[in-house]
């Protein structure tokens, strides 16, 4: 794969390689940039495991100023699929393999008012291709507001799309 800083490289791989101390992101990823991911702030990373300080952007939020709930899962799932390869070296020969996300099971306990709360994000389990991930969403007094649960299959990139 090329130089992540030049044009030819995928701007979703740019993003993921290219980033600041404590950014989980850069610029360029659709989804991430969406949850404006390139202002979260990371406070832990370890092997398997994240905790990160986000942000509620006004346009994912109810009309009662609230996370909208459809949007949690967004979060979850980015957080998810970042945690999987935790602790790890972002390189270029990594992206031989894909993570699909099969299965999500999200709990809502508290809403997420912001305007930042923390995300702590696990791999609970991994097993050949697959990746069991918990994530929880704590609000600003730190209880516990979301809990999730995201099973991921790791996919080779040259396989064909749906074929997971």
Same mark, same amino acid.
């Given at each position: 794969? *090329?130089?992540?800083?030049?044009?030819?490289?995928?701007?979703?791989?740019?993003? !993921?390689? *290219? =980033?600041?101390?404590?950014?989980?992101?850069?610029?360029?990823?659709?989804? +991430?940039?969406?949850?404006?991911?390139?202002? !979260?702030?990371?406070?832990?990373?370890? &092997? +398997?495991?994240?905790?990160?300080?986000?942000?509620?952007?006004?346009?994912?939020?109810?009309?009662?100023?609230?996370?909208?709930?459809?949007?949690?899962?967004?979060? /979850?799932?980015? /957080?998810?699929?970042? @945690?999987?390869?935790?602790? &790890?070296?972002?390189?270029?020969?990594?992206? =031989?393999? !894909?993570?699909? *996300?099969?299965?999500? =099971?999200?709990?809502?306990?508290?809403?997420?008012? %912001?305007?930042?709360?923390?995300?702590?994000?696990?791999?609970?389990?991994?097993?050949?291709?697959?990746?069991?991930?918990? @994530?929880?969403?704590?609000?600003?007094?730190? *209880?516990?507001? /979301?809990?999730?649960?995201?099973?991921?299959?790791?996919?080779?990139?040259?396989?064909?799309? %749906?074929?997971?």
């Amino acid at each position: 794969m *090329t130089d992540p800083t030049t044009p030819e490289t995928p701007p979703f791989v740019r993003a !993921w390689q *290219t =980033r600041r101390p404590g950014q989980l992101i850069g610029k360029g990823h659709p989804a +991430g940039d969406f949850l404006e991911a390139y202002e !979260w702030h990371i406070l832990e990373e370890s &092997e +398997g495991f994240l905790r990160i300080r986000a942000h509620v952007p006004a346009h994912v939020k109810n009309p009662r100023g609230q996370l909208f709930g459809g949007f949690t899962p967004t979060y /979850v799932d980015l /957080v998810a699929l970042f @945690t999987v390869r935790a602790g &790890e070296q972002r390189l270029a020969q990594r992206f =031989r393999t !894909w993570l699909a *996300t099969t299965n999500m =099971r999200v709990d809502y306990f508290e809403p997420i008012v %912001g305007p930042q709360f923390v995300m702590e994000s696990r791999l609970i389990k991994q097993r050949g291709r697959t990746n069991f991930v918990e @994530t929880r969403f704590f609000d600003p007094e730190d *209880t516990l507001a /979301v809990f999730a649960l995201t099973t991921l299959r790791e996919v080779s990139v040259d396989r064909p799309l %749906g074929d997971v």
